[in-house]
Nanobody, 119 residues
Framework: QVQLVESGGGLVQPGGSLRLSCAASRSIFSIYAMGWYRQAPGKQRELVAAITSGGSTNYADSVKGQFTISADNAKNTVYLQMNSLKPEDTAVYYC?????????????WGQGTQVTVSS
């Protein structure tokens, strides 16, 4: 199992930046992949960015070149640097971790952090 604690959300003006943090309760080397998802009101939760234990990254087309996911293995923390924020980036952002067992995978979620982009 793993517990995830997000931080760093808030209110920011369009064009501004925020950095979200997700602290894991275990070494992220032992986690197959970690990612950030977001859910806007009335919409489905969507993948924003993900990073594997090997360092491979994946981004939604809508945030490529705008957001950057990174990991600090010493701190067991994954970050999402969000630049040039737009009102459409407003959502609750959730941290996700995928652990792989013998024959199945397990998803774990943080509690979510609100990001609001508004003037």
């Amino acid at each position: 199992q793993v517990q995830l604690v997000e931080s760093g959300g808030g209110l920011v003006q369009p064009g501004g930046s925020l950095r979200l943090s997700c602290a894991a309760s275990r070494s992220i080397f032992s986690i197959y992949a970690m990612g950030w998802y977001r859910q806007a009101p009335g919409k489905q939760r969507e993948l924003v960015a993900a990073i594997t234990s090997g360092g491979s990254t994946n981004y939604a087309d809508s945030v490529k070149g705008q957001f950057t996911i990174s990991a600090d293995n010493a701190k067991n923390t994954v970050y999402l640097q969000m630049n040039s924020l737009k009102p459409e980036d407003t959502a609750v952002y959730y941290c996700n971790a995928v652990l792989v067992g013998v024959s199945k995978s397990y998803d774990y979620w943080g509690q979510g952090t609100q990001v609001t982009v508004s003037s």
